[in-house]
């Protein structure tokens, strides 16, 4: 009967503290590639957006293609980019790739933000 007694007056185990994982971003294809895709250079791609190059891109290296108003709202096309207010995207220029936002749609300029800055970018009126 001592032995029972003895088990009942134990202590709980303490709960286990969670293993945490920590992953960093390879730079190079030497320092790692996606288990499952091992071709792919999805995972450095966030490191090219961080390049010196991105803040060379000048702002005439974009332009204002097509431009469509409706009741919904104004839509442009910025290089070959569908935009409207509030539109997120990447477009590519001569100097690469870039990451803006349509601010604004107004009647004759688009206001758009990229590099931490606002730009205007003039629309064109179709030529008749």
Not at 24 to 51: C, H, N
Not at 59 to 72: E, N, T, W
Not at 114 to 128: T, V
Request: charged share 20%; net charge positive; with cysteine.
């Amino acid at each position: 009967m001592g032995a029972w007694a003895d088990t009942a007056k134990t202590t709980p185990p303490a709960k286990p503290t969670p293993a945490r994982s920590t992953f960093t971003m390879p730079k190079q294809i030497s320092e790692g590639r996606d288990p499952f895709y091992p071709e792919s250079t999805r995972v450095f791609q966030a490191v090219m957006l961080e390049s010196p190059n991105r803040s060379k891109i000048e702002v005439s290296s974009l332009s204002v293609k097509g431009y469509y108003r409706d009741a919904k709202g104004a839509y442009v096309i910025i290089n070959n980019h569908t935009f409207t207010v509030g539109d997120e995207g990447d477009v590519l220029t001569t100097g690469g790739r870039i990451h803006l936002k349509c601010v604004d749609v107004l009647a004759n300029a688009v206001v758009i933000e990229f590099n931490g800055s606002m730009h205007q970018l003039p629309i064109n009126p179709p030529k008749q």
